[in-house]
T-cell receptor, first 113, second 116 residues
Framework: AQSVTQLDSQVPVFEEAPVELRCNYS??????LFWYVQYPNQGLQLLLK??????LVKGINGFEAEFNKSQTSFHLRKPSVHISDTAEYFC???????????FGGGTRLMVKP | DAGVIQSPRHEVTEMGQEVTLRCKPI?????LFWYRQTMMRGLELLIY????????DSGMPEDRFSAKMPNASFSTLKIQPSEPRDSAVYFC??????????????FGDGTRLSIL
């Protein structure tokens, strides 16, 4: 069975500072990895995905993530955050034979002026 | 393009009443998912349809919950009878499944359900 761990439930950061949101997964097979963002009172929106190929994936809003198979990690990064990045971020994993996602518990990013 | 459409956006009802949540997936998507989000348990997959057929309903909490997908453009999640612990935000998501590919899921804005 697959599982996803987001180590930080909350990450406070000042505007224009860099940020890294951590995600580790466990699975016995090859996986596909996703990061979603949830703004208040809205559904989840896809930020980026890793399906195959280059391990560095670029997404929307200046975010990127790096797939590290040996460390079973898929950390999300942004070099300079904005107030508007304040939201909840979810890491998710899907195994290669289906379309079901397993989500991590989420990380609340709080960007302060 | 229209995204996943859920209705109602908010529902407040008394314990014991029947609740029906509705979802219209993105046109052309053949997979549909119902999730429940709570502070305590996070985001949980309740049930998953592919080509209108339920594939995995292991996340449905109990017999009070049922879901249907009578056609490719409509799904319902029903709770009967409802209980206060069912209070949560319920999300519907859809994606296009092609073979074994994993296309991203697109989420609706959710239904915030409060059972008094």
């Amino acid at each position: 069975a697959q599982s996803v761990t987001q180590l930080d439930s909350q990450v406070p950061v000042f505007e224009e500072a860099p940020v890294e949101l951590r995600c580790n997964y466990s699975s016995s097979v090859s996986v596909y990895l996703f990061w979603y963002v949830q703004y208040p009172n809205q559904g989840l929106q896809l930020l980026l995905k890793y399906l195959s190929g280059s391990t560095l994936v670029k997404g929307i809003n200046g975010f990127e993530a790096e797939f590290n198979k040996s460390q079973t990690s898929f950390h999300l990064r942004k070099p300079s955050v904005h107030i508007s990045d304040t939201a909840e971020y979810f890491c998710a994993v899907s195994e290669n034979a289906g379309n079901m996602l397993t989500f991590g518990g989420g990380t609340r990013l709080m960007v302060k002026p | 393009d229209a995204g996943v459409i859920q209705s109602p956006r908010h529902e407040v009802t008394e314990m014991g009443q029947e609740v029906t949540l509705r979802c219209k997936p993105i046109s052309g998507h053949n997979s549909l998912f119902w999730y429940r989000q709570t502070m305590m348990r996070g985001l949980e997959l309740l049930i998953y349809f592919n080509n209108n057929v339920p594939i995995d309903d292991s996340g449905m909490p109990e017999d009070r919950f049922s879901a249907k997908m009578p056609n490719a453009s409509f799904s319902t999640l029903k709770i009967q009878p409802s209980e206060p612990r069912d209070s949560a935000v319920y999300f519907c998501a859809s994606s296009k499944q092609v073979g074994y590919s994993n296309q991203p899921q697109h989420f609706g804005d959710g239904t915030r359900l409060s059972i008094l």
